[in-house]
């Protein structure tokens, strides 16, 4: 991923030659974002930031950078700094990088690795040792491994992988083939066997990974004949403390006569089907399905909309009580919560849209029925989420007034009290001194000025509070 948020100030660091701040961008950013903005640098901007850093934080966001990025860097580098570089990622991101690499690329940097010891006329290192026999141990391996698996291999490779399920008297259940008119449900497949699994299905690989990133949007793609409908789903995750619910991406692909569901957790709407909680359903229908698919995951919205609210309103109850920090913090993860949901309801609508537009499901009655239930559910949950989210906007700049407000009277009591406190003081402060003063030597000073000190006391009292100044 590349970010050029930083481009300008990046290059103005460089044409001031303003190192030290480069060094401490880099040090003080995680590697990841640090790569991030860096690879929307050209690659001689790039390696001119990096020769200046410490070679292990160099290796480091190196390793974070996009494959192509790497590809267009190491095109600029001497051998020698391509060795530093590689020697000094890990072995995990060191694999993943030869790997990514096509033959020839492989090739060109295992010799740069074997002639290490020509070009400094000594042994070759340890180090540069080990990782070249790393490398020839994942050319043995890619090699063999181009040799092509039959289709029961294949099945029996990725068997642990996929869920085949058929509906019988309305009901889902699971076999043992694929076959026209089942649901192959896949979750979180390992990335190893995606190729295997796309081989299998005669499907693109980049339908299967678009529908397992969580920042995928919802669209419809077609190539050759399998149509990919990604659909953006509410889900609610309990361990995460923070954001309760957000939003997913759910591949629903349409190919050989049956239906295919991706998606990286379990738990999602589809499970709704498998665990038979939706009635009237039939995979030999697949339009019909992925109509239902689609409508069940919009009520699913409504749901968790209203839960959302009724926390909110919870939460309300407890600031009016007590205002803490820890409830204000509750409530903005709300918002963010139903930001998700407005953005992913919207880009679901687009995504019914273009469905319609491109004829991708054949409409009778009945599928235009639940089509028309889709836009009915999904402009109410975009209409209840922009409600409930300006509700909280407002409600959180209130509490944000009432607090402050109620700083600011916590402020004018204390002073107030202060400055009462400060009159007695005074008065006692004057007449301690080590000199001549009046009354000193009258039997009764010490009550005198006693009273003299709390009648001014009780008279800045009275004085404050006709001003209203001691009133929280």
């Not at 030999?284 to 009520?299: G, W």
């Amino acid at each position: 991923m590349k970010n050029p948020l930083l481009v300008p100030e990046l290059r103005e660091m460089l044409a001031t030659h303003n190192i030290d701040e480069l060094q401490d961008f880099c040090d003080n950013t995680p590697p990841a974002i640090a790569a991030e903005f860096l690879g929307s640098l050209t690659s001689d901007e790039e390696w001119e930031i990096l020769e200046n850093l410490t070679p292990e934080m160099r290796a480091l966001i190196f390793a974070n950078f996009d494959d192509d990025v790497k590809l267009k860097l190491i095109a600029k580098i001497s051998p020698a700094e391509i060795r530093d570089l590689v020697s000094r990622m890990d072995s995990e991101n060191r694999e993943e990088f030869f790997r990514g690499l096509n033959q020839d690329k492989q090739r060109e940097l295992r010799d740069i690795f074997k002639q290490t010891g020509e070009d400094e006329e000594s042994a070759l290192p340890e180090a540069f040792a080990q990782i070249l026999l790393e490398f020839d141990t994942i050319i043995a391996e890619l090699q063999t491994g181009e040799e092509e698996l039959t289709d029961e291999e294949i099945a029996s490779e990725i068997s642990d992988e996929i869920e085949i399920y058929k509906t019988e008297n309305n009901r889902f259940e699971r076999v043992s083939r694929t076959e026209k008119g089942c649901l192959i449900n896949i979750v979180n497949p390992s990335k190893e066997n995606l190729p295997l699994i796309a081989q299998h299905f005669n499907i693109p690989i980049d339908f299967l990974t678009a529908s397992l990133d969580i920042d995928e949007t919802a669209r419809i793609e077609i190539e050759d004949n399998c149509t990919l409908i990604i659909a953006k789903v509410p889900y609610y995750d309990e361990k995460n403390t923070d954001v309760l619910y957000f939003t997913l991406p759910i591949g629903i692909i349409l190919v050989n006569g049956y239906i295919i569901t991706v998606c990286e957790k379990s738990d999602t709407v589809i499970r709704d089907f498998i665990e038979n909680r939706v009635r009237h359903v039939s995979t030999a229908n697949i339009d019909r399905i992925v109509l239902q698919i689609i409508l069940r995951a919009t009520m699913q919205y409504l749901t968790h909309l209203k839960q959302l609210n009724n926390a909110a309103n919870i939460i309300q109850k407890k600031l009016e009580q007590e205002s803490r920090n820890k409830q204000l913090i509750k409530l903005f993860n709300i918002e963010k919560s139903l930001v998700y949901f407005t953005t992913s309801l919207k880009t679901n609508a687009l995504m019914m849209e273009r469905m319609l537009r491109l004829h991708v499901l054949s409409m009778d009655d009945e599928n235009e029925n639940l089509y028309e239930d889709i836009v009915t559910e999904s402009r109410q949950a975009i209409e209840m989420a922009n409600i409930y989210s300006d509700i909280l906007s407002g409600m959180m700049d209130a509490f944000a007034s009432i607090i402050s407000n109620n700083l600011n009277i916590v402020m004018k009591v204390l002073t107030s009290i202060t400055i009462i406190m400060t009159i007695p003081i005074s008065v006692t402060s004057y007449f301690s001194m080590n000199v001549i003063l009046p009354i000193q030597d009258n039997p009764y000073a010490f009550l005198m000025i006693i009273s003299f000190s709390l009648l001014l006391s009780l008279f800045a009292i009275v004085f404050f509070v006709k001003k209203k100044w001691l009133v929280p």
